[in-house]
């Protein structure tokens, strides 16, 4: 668990479940994640091992952090970074704080890169990432196909320890 000013990132519990999955399955976060609709089995899974974002004022969930393998690289010790919003609780500065605790979090953890994707046109989320510091490394043009067989450009961005501790 991890502690902001404003929130609590957690693993995701069973009692999350229910509210989780009106943000998981909105139009707004499938839009521009590898995602398909998902049941409350499968939600569980997917938040059991990540983390959930916790208003500490009022307990409401209100986002996800993802962290997996980046099998983009082989030999380092990297990770991947996916999240999301509820589209109600987007623009209040919430993933920033987040990403920032979650970011010192992994590099204290040992990890070398972090490595983050985003699908051309998702511009809050490229705004995100440089403003944390990430380097824009390239774009596979005509990478993945999203929801609603959408096929996207994939934008691929990474952020080293050293630069993160500067």
């Known amino acids: 668990m991890l502690e902001t000013e404003r929130l609590i990132l957690r693993n995701g519990k ?3 479940i229910h509210h989780f999955l009106g943000i998981r399955n909105s139009a707004f976060v499938l839009k521009y994640n ?7 089995e499968q939600l569980f899974k997917e938040i059991s091992d990540n983390f959930v974002l916790e208003r500490k004022n009022d307990h409401k969930i209100i986002g996800f952090i993802g962290i997996e393998k980046d099998m983009l690289r082989y030999g380092v010790t990297s990770a991947c970074i996916s999240y999301y919003l509820d589209e109600k609780e987007a623009k209040h500065g919430y993933m920033s704080e987040a ?3 979650m970011l010192s979090y992994l590099f204290e953890q ?3 890169i972090v490595g983050a994707r985003v699908f051309v ?6 705004s995100l990432l440089k403003k944390l510091g990430f380097t824009h490394e390239g774009t596979l043009r005509h990478a993945v196909q999203g ?5 996207y450009d994939d934008q691929l961005f990474s952020l080293l320890k050293e630069e993160w501790i500067k």
């Open 14 to 16: 069973q009692e999350d």
């Open 34 to 40: 590898a995602m398909e609709i998902c049941d409350e």
């Open 110 to 112: 040992g990890i070398e």
């Open 147 to 151: 929801y609603g067989g959408i096929i």
């Open 121 to 126: 046109g998702n511009d809050a989320s490229v």
């Open 99 to 101: 990403l920032k605790s």
